[in-house]
């Protein structure tokens, strides 16, 4: 039988494969390789800042502020390479590190400070918009010829579609994450923090070194999404990028990751976005449906996993409660 | 009583008077209020009647975060109350059965959200999360994608129009957070609703009816935002499912936050969350009225929110009291000291 840990993945596995197939019978021109590269191409940002959520949210916090952070880095960027001369490989750099200290500071502010992560990072929200509003308030072009050369790098997939740079990019991300959070001392931290604040204290998980790191992972990843999303719109506006923080964290329940924390996978993640990037699809081949169902069915979906996770808890309690009376009476 | 109740506001009153003198220093006139055309002016006015939906919100969001929940849908159901109301008023019904309309839309959202946390045992957090994301396609569904304009007189009303010479929106919510008040504390429901933030599973074996009060304080919530979405979509005239209360959760959250109430739950005060409304709305108006370029509102709004949670948060608390504590003391040898000194 599936280990419970693994049911969620395979739920979520499931519904993919399941939404896939229908989409598929109704239009079978989804089943091509264009639509597959698409599919990565246009989530490429979203599901590089739906891995910083995952963490974030194994460890039972929440972040906030990576919709901003995101329309940051592009501003930041654009108008760094308007102004001055400096390559574009450097400027990616000094944004990465930015956003790091941003995520790290918000962290520190979190622990040391003993403030809710809804709080903090929601200040941190209007920090990064406001950091961008100031930076630029008109969406900058970036032409660039280094940016021309990213864009034109692409691998043409057999059927016509066309795997781009910014794809890899968000594969390489979820595949490195899958490694740090199932096979280094940092992953199993991160669980053990959102298993238990108390119980991961007690049991010598370094608090501060953790939860800081958690979310400058998340505000790192959100700036490598800023750079992604810059790519792939050759642009930086203030506005883009509002409310994608709820997108991240709807990919992340959907991919079966507790919102209580403790428990989850990065892969399930991977399949969120898959999820979410086919609803958008199925919409547009359809032309009828508008695209407030977008929403309407991603909010119908959220809900089902979580009465499903919810289902799964009980099923679980109810298994475990005669060997809690097992031991009572030993 | 009367004493005690004071002396748990006052560090949001002394707040609420530090940003109304800088309003003063960057605005001097900003105290004079004018009465004229049959309606007061000023811009404390203003503030009273600017800050009306986030007060609104407020009082929901302070019951709900005092049960240890959180209610994120609040922006959302001010769309979807907002396209209710237009949508019966544009298909020709009065603006009463509007109102009735919209409010009863509110109560329903705060009941499915009552139902999700109290019956399914879903945190609150993400069972709000749910309406949040499909509440703005629900309302857009209702306006069909387009900004419904209306031009009622009677729904306008509630929004911009006035009762003896007062602006309805601060009536609204004045009136609302005196009663919510009233009920709580003239009742032992808000003790009740404090033992469920505190301990939800004891006050249940105490015999606290903990699922119907949990759908209740949701329900409250649901309703004070309809309110609020009517306001707002009386003041602009139209329905707006896109924008219409955008971001407003967080504000209200923060409001409920400067109003020195735990995100832990337990004990609550609605007044001192209102005049964290107030302090959140004199924050933006002394942006506005500086004259300072608009590209920096939200960056000084942040820092002066994080500059207001530091101060509150128990962290810093803890070592003002440990300061104090071991200043004591010092005090008591002081006059020793001086003593000596005398006599040296």
Redesign the interface.
Known sequence: MIRSTNLPLFITLMTFVLAYALCASQYPAMLSGRVAANLLTDNAFLGITAVGMTFVILSGGIDLSVGSVIAFTGVFLAVVLRDTGIHPVTAFALVLLITIAFGAAMGSIIHYLEMPPFIVTLAGMFLARGAAYVLSTDSVPITHEFYDVLQGLYWKMPGGGRFRLIGAVMLLTFIVAMIVAHRTRFGKNVYALGGGAGTAQLMGVPMARTTIGIYAVSGGLAGLAGIVFSLYTSAGYSLATVGVELDAIAAVVIGGTLLTGGSGTIAGTFFGILIMGLIQTYIVFDGTLSSWWTKIVIGALLFAFIVLQKGLGWATTARTIPATRFAERS | MFVSSLKRVAPQLLILAIMIGINVIVFPGFLSIEFQNGRLFGNLVDVLNRGAPTALLAIGMTLVIATRG?DLSVGAVIAIAGAVAAKVVVDGHGWHLALLAALSAGIICGIWNGILVAF????P???T??????????A??ITE?TILTFLDPGLIQLGAGTIAGIPTPILIWLGLGIVVTAIVRRTALGMLIEAIGINERSSRLAGINSGVLLVLVYLVSGFCAAMAGVIVAADIKGAD?NNAGLWLE?DA??AV?IGGNS?LGGRFSIVASLLGALIIQSVNTVILLSGMPP?????????I??AI??IQ????KHMLYLLRASSEPLNREKPATSIEEGRA
């Open positions: 959180i399914l045992r879903i945190q957090i993400v069972a999360l749910v309406l949040m994301v499909a509440g703005r396609g629900i857009q569904l994608g499912a967080l959250i923060l936050v995100l590209e920096f509102n939200l960056v000084i709004k942040a820092l929110i994080i949670l530091v948060s128990p962290r810093v």
